[in-house]
């Protein structure tokens, strides 16, 4: 049993043999990790048809938290995808929204900048005159 778990975590799309027979089925290995890096179940390689994989399977697997590595796919899809948790998507938009926002701080700090290096005015500009009320229209 041991063997099989460690045959599991060693085995990735480029070192997986297919079984003689099973080449309709979608073979793919899952893990569950939590955010820190713990293993809270071990890796082990998955068998399924390929529509149910891709209607019901994949997404409940991705919102359960698992971790998927596609190894086979009979119609060779999926060839370099893999399918990441939830918590690593947000991490990842965490990053992309402090990037943004680091280049936006960056951009109103230039702005800033050339706003006080650029001379300021002396004239006060006169204030307008307000518009004459219009002659009320009669009847017609």
Same mark, same amino acid.
């Given at each position: 049993?041991?063997?099989?778990? #460690?045959?599991? !975590? ?11 027979? #099973?080449?309709?089925?979608?073979? =793919? /290995?899952?893990?569950? !990790?939590? %955010? ?5 179940? +071990? ?6 048809? +390929?529509? =149910? ?7 409940? !697997? ?8 596609? !190894?086979?796919? +009979? #119609?060779?899809?999926? %060839? %370099? ?24 701080? /960056?951009?109103?700090? %230039? ?30």
């Amino acid at each position: 049993m041991q063997n099989k778990e #460690q045959n599991a !975590l060693l085995v990735h799309r480029e070192n997986y043999e297919v079984p003689k027979g #099973q080449e309709q089925v979608v073979h =793919y /290995k899952i893990a569950k !990790l939590d %955010s820190t890096g713990k293993v809270l179940e +071990p890796a082990r390689i998955v068998k399924d048809d +390929p529509k =149910y994989f891709e209607t019901v399977l994949k997404r409940n !697997l991705e919102n359960m938290g698992y971790t998927v590595e596609i !190894l086979h796919h +009979p #119609q060779g899809r999926y %060839s %370099s995808v893999k399918i990441e948790t939830a918590e690593a998507r947000l991490a990842e938009k965490d990053a992309e929204i402090a990037r943004l926002k680091a280049e936006l701080a /960056k951009a109103q700090e %230039s702005k800033v900048k050339t706003n006080t290096e650029a001379k300021p005015e002396t004239k006060e500009e006169a204030p307008k005159a307000p518009k004459a009320p219009k002659a009320p229209k009669g009847k017609k």
